[in-house]
């Protein structure tokens, strides 16, 4: 199967054209910002598009290079160390570790949606599996690092809490509606054996890891090929973050993604609509913070993103099998992010 966060056979043998296609224009755009510096010639789109590029990959130029190292120390961890992590479904303890869960987790947003689907198959509650999904997408390691670096580590953390929060929050509403009978129960919940011990196994896959300096460039070489998923959407948010820069002023901007109600309707209408992974969309959510000055819509287009995402309903509904459980994903996500992009609006 080809995606965006795919890595078939096919992609193996084709030229990715999204990855290949956006890092030469970024690169083409951040060399012309220099020439033109250099030569002193004016060239008024190009010149406004490349003075962008160059601006936006030096504010997070150093975030991508940590992303990287982060995502190889996360890929050196056994995937199934990683699930068995989550818990009991339908407790507070198992949703609170399937949340952590999802930060923890460095995929972009549609990688998250196979893991999600892989949880569900293997007993997860949906509760947990949403809680998962929904903290996951932009709160890797990597696009943390990155958005620190475009809106400063406080407003970075603020975000990261806030959306542990609605996934929390989230798949509790899930697990009482299940509870309920409102809807159905995952049919491939199993109870995990009493003598199982998380910390112990973590213990011995720590024990057990070849540390050699061989093998710790291996893992750090493979990052670098995982990383690929996140430079090309980030490449691909960078040229779109641009475009917008250049074809709207600073007042369109502010009138169309500022903090007001026609600027959060607008806001969460784009996150629907615009189809890129959320390696994709934290540039653009950084230029909403800053130059909107909005960070209640930059909350919520990073978020709202997750909750109203077509691709992603789409997965769930097959992954479940039936609509319903996968309409309710944006029905109980979607009227928490507005009310909070709202209250952050309001008082910030």
């Given at each position: 199967m080809s995606s965006c966060c795919g890595q078939g056979q096919q992609s193996k043998r084709k030229v990715d054209v999204i990855f290949t296609g956006s890092l030469l224009l970024v690169t083409l755009f951040y060399v012309t910002h220099l020439v033109i510096e250099y030569a002193g010639v004016s060239l008024p789109f190009i010149q406004t598009f490349a003075l962008d590029v160059f601006t936006i990959m030096n504010s997070m130029w150093w975030g991508l290079a940590l992303g990287v190292v982060f995502v190889a120390l996360v890929g050196a961890v056994p995937k199934e160390l990683v699930m068995s992590a989550l818990g009991k479904g339908g407790t507070v303890k198992g949703l609170a570790r399937a949340t952590v869960a999802g930060v923890m987790l460095d995929l972009c947003s549609h990688g998250v949606l196979m893991v999600g689907a892989k949880l569900y198959k293997r007993g997860a509650s949906l509760g947990q599996v949403m809680a998962f999904l929904i903290a996951s997408p932009w709160n890797s390691f990597s696009l943390m690092l990155i958005l620190w670096a475009l809106i400063g580590w406080q407003w970075m953390l603020a975000f990261l809490l806030l959306s542990m929060v609605i996934a929390f929050v989230s798949g509790v509403v899930f697990d009482h509606l299940v509870q309920k009978g409102v809807l159905a129960s995952n049919p491939n919940t199993f109870d995990m054996p009493e003598d199982y011990h998380f910390k112990n196994e973590a213990l011995k896959a720590l024990?057990?890891?070849?540390?050699?300096?061989?093998?710790?460039?291996?893992i750090l070489k493979t990052g670098m090929g995982d990383a690929k998923v996140v430079i090309k959407w980030l490449m691909f948010g960078v040229?779109?973050?641009?475009?917008?820069?250049?074809?709207?002023?600073?007042?369109?901007?502010?009138?169309?993604?500022?903090?007001?109600?026609?600027?959060?309707?607008?806001?969460?209408?784009?996150?629907?609509?615009?189809?890129?992974?959320?390696?994709?969309?934290?540039?653009?959510?950084?230029?909403?913070?800053?130059?909107?000055?909005?960070?209640?819509?930059?909350?919520?287009?990073?978020?709202?993103?997750?909750?109203?995402?077509?691709?992603?309903?789409?997965?769930?509904?097959?992954?479940?099998?039936?609509?319903?459980?996968a309409l309710f994903l944006p029905l109980i996500t979607l009227p928490q992010i507005l009310v909070l992009a709202f209250a952050i609006n309001t008082l910030f």
């Open positions: 024990k057990t890891a070849n540390k050699s300096p061989k093998n710790l460039l291996q040229l779109l973050a641009a475009a917008v820069r250049a074809v709207m002023d600073g007042e369109m901007f502010a009138t169309y993604f500022g903090a007001t109600l026609l600027g959060l309707a607008v806001t969460t209408l784009a996150a629907t609509v615009i189809e890129v992974c959320s390696e994709g969309s934290v540039p653009f959510a950084a230029d909403i913070f800053n130059k909107a000055e909005a960070k209640g819509n930059a909350f919520a287009f990073l978020m709202a993103g997750v909750s109203t995402d077509y691709t992603e309903i789409m997965v769930l509904r097959e992954t479940f099998g039936e609509w319903k459980r």
